[in-house]
């Protein structure tokens, strides 16, 4: 049925689950985001009387201090403390995201025992996905030697917003872990749970509560299939910190990098394994691809940016002779696009036929670059097979490349350069103007 519906008070419309953009009727391409078959029917109640207002109080912006308690938790964990600088905030609304089995549980888990092991809190969890007991299993199962009960932890299994906020207002936690947000609903909305209508009434109330009582709260939610959070983008607007935890479930490292941070920076990610006792932050990431490097002849080294960080990583290159009409060109942790371009420069400035071989590009140790800093190691590696020499081995490849074959400065180029282990040499614009002067590192 076309138009809006008046039934008992409701008020029947369709609204985009990616941008929140309403519409009287369900359409098939939102004309907000452009996100196809993304409308959902929800239903808003009619209001019937007016509401009553009050008057507010104001404060005056100036340079002064702030009279409100501004506190952060403190962490001992490098790897947390990269991503969320000072600390957890109290009173700030937290999301952590990513696809299921990625290990959200238990970061959060282990993060609540960093604060508990240096901050006086009351924390409250509550799962809609287990069984208090298996969060309890995780805890002893992450941590086995600590005999230390968590007295002020309480853990609740419920699904409904009021009776979590009810027992939050009851009991006053320092902070509230929501397991997650998919799972809640409230009894006063028709949806069902998991909707874009419950997760933004809930999401609503909860951040409410949390500027209201001065109460930190972590919000745990899932991804799409196309990889964005799984509800309206709505959800990342009302949170202060947007999270998320990014890896490949059956590999062992995994990312945590920050999306959005009201109280500091993005500029940053957290390296973690996944061992039998949780995710265990990884100190010497710089040392382990270096050792790798050193046994893998024509691998080349770089430095790219994860989330603004620099690691140094590996690039490997084979070219092989091909045997089909079209060569191939295959990719794994690099951009496709990228490194065709890398191999249009390379023909057209250096005269070489790599249009005769399938190029195979590889980073190892499960990493994912969108990044072209990492451009003249890629062009490094791709002639030194075409030459069939090595590259040296204490040397590290750091640029992009212009299409006119210039090699550039690469986006914070100084953070990398810093990354620089002592005893290695550093090719960039500074030693290299053009691709073309390549050919003097292979005689």
Not at 375 to 392: E, F, K, R, W
Request: glycine share 6%.
């Amino acid at each position: 049925m076309n138009g809006i519906l008046f039934s008992n008070l409701l008020c029947i419309m369709f609204s985009c689950s990616a941008c929140w953009y309403s519409s009287a009727t369900k359409l098939g391409k939102c004309p907000q985001c452009g996100a196809f078959g993304s409308f959902v029917q929800v239903a808003h109640s009619a209001k019937t009387s007016k509401s009553k207002h009050t008057r507010k109080q104001w404060s005056v912006l100036s340079a002064g201090k702030s009279t409100v308690t501004s506190r952060f938790r403190t962490l001992a964990n490098t790897e947390l403390q990269r991503v969320l600088q000072q600390g957890v905030k109290q009173g700030g609304i937290y999301l952590l995201w990513w696809e299921p089995g990625i290990g959200k549980s238990t970061i959060i888990v282990q993060i609540l025992q960093d604060l508990i092991s240096h901050n006086d809190m009351h924390i409250q969890y509550f799962t809609g996905e287990e069984q208090p007991n298996q969060i309890k299993d995780r805890r002893e199962r992450i941590n086995p030697d600590d005999k230390t009960p968590l007295q002020k932890t309480q853990i609740y299994h419920s699904t409904h917003i009021e009776d979590i906020l009810t027992t939050a207002e009851d009991q006053h936690p320092d902070l509230i872990v929501i397991d997650s947000i998919q799972t809640i609903y409230s009894e006063h909305n028709d949806s069902s749970a998991g909707s874009p209508n419950q997760v933004k009434y809930c999401a609503e109330k909860l951040s409410e509560f949390g500027k209201k009582h001065n109460c930190t709260i972590i919000i745990i939610g899932h991804v799409t299939k196309g990889g964005e959070i799984a509800w309206p983008k709505y959800l990342e607007h009302i949170v202060d910190v947007v999270l998320y935890l990014e890896g490949d479930r059956f590999g062992q490292l995994r990312f945590l990098r920050g999306q959005k941070n009201r109280f500091g920076h993005t500029d940053d990610s957290g390296i973690f394994e996944m061992t039998l006792f949780g995710l265990q932050p990884v100190y010497d990431i710089k040392e382990r691809i270096l050792q790798a490097a050193s046994t893998m002849p024509w691998s080349v080294l770089s430095i790219w940016l994860d989330n603004g960080r620099p690691v140094i990583t590996q690039v490997e290159v084979l070219l092989n002779k091909t045997k089909y009409k079209f060569p191939q060109r295959n990719c794994i942790g690099v951009d496709n696009k990228r490194v065709d371009m890398v191999i249009a420069i390379l023909e057209r400035y250096l005269k070489i036929n790599i249009w005769l071989f399938d190029v195979f590009v590889n980073v190892p140790g499960e990493f994912d670059f969108r990044d072209s800093g990492i451009d003249l190691a890629i062009a490094a590696g791709i002639y030194s097979q075409y030459t069939n020499q090595t590259v040296p081995k204490d040397t590290i490849f750091v640029g992009e490349l212009a299409l006119s074959g210039k090699i550039v400065t690469s986006r914070l180029h100084a953070k990398r350069v810093k990354e620089v282990p002592d005893g290695f040499a550093l090719q960039d614009h500074n030693n290299m103007k053009y691709i073309v002067e390549i050919k003097t590192l292979f005689g």
